[in-house]
């Protein structure tokens, strides 16, 4: 009988997803939203070794911002790209799910699930 313990494998290692509404996300223009990284019950970015979506259609990236006068913190930035207004003039809604990934040097991966629903606005 071998005494060799199991090797864990980085994608073994996963904490139960985060699910976030984003509300409507126009299409046609830029937007963002950011989430604080306390909300994926991290401290600090220091062990996160990547950050990946699951769509082109969003770009998540880490970014500073004073949450006081005195103190800076740091979330998770979700840019939605926007894309030409379609020629169709009826309104195009998508729900869409994308799901976002952050792997910690540790291993240890926390998912993000960001609903949203895409449409095109209509107000200038």
């Known amino acids: 009988m071998s005494n060799?313990?199991?090797?864990v494998e980085k994608a073994d290692i996963n904490v139960a997803?985060?699910?976030?509404?984003?509300?409507?996300i126009f299409s046609d223009r830029s937007n963002y939203l950011c989430i604080p990284l306390d909300r994926f019950g991290?401290?600090?970015a220091d062990n996160i070794e990547t950050i990946v979506s699951s769509c082109e259609c969003v770009k998540p990236g880490l970014v500073r911002y004073s949450?006081?006068?005195?103190?800076?913190?740091?979330?998770?930035?979700?840019e939605?790209?926007?894309?030409?207004?379609?020629?169709d003039s009826t309104p195009q809604l998508m729900q869409l799910?994308?799901?976002?990934?952050?792997?910690?040097?540790s291993g240890e991966i926390?998912?993000?699930?960001?609903?949203?629903?895409?449409?095109e606005s209509t107000i200038n």
Do not use: C, Q, W, Y
Not at 4 to 7: F, L, N
Not at 80 to 87: I, L, Q, R, T
Not at 97 to 105: D, F, I
Not at 110 to 119: F, G, K, Q
């Open 17 to 24: 997803p985060l699910e976030i509404d984003a509300g409507v």
């Open 110 to 119: 926390h998912t993000v699930i960001v609903n949203s629903l895409r449409a």
């Open 4 to 7: 060799a313990t199991p090797s």
């Open 67 to 78: 949450d006081s006068s005195t103190t800076a913190a740091v979330g998770v930035l979700f």
């Open 80 to 87: 939605f790209v926007s894309e030409e207004a379609s020629s």
């Open 97 to 105: 799910g994308v799901v976002v990934t952050l792997t910690m040097k």
């Open 42 to 44: 991290l401290a600090s």
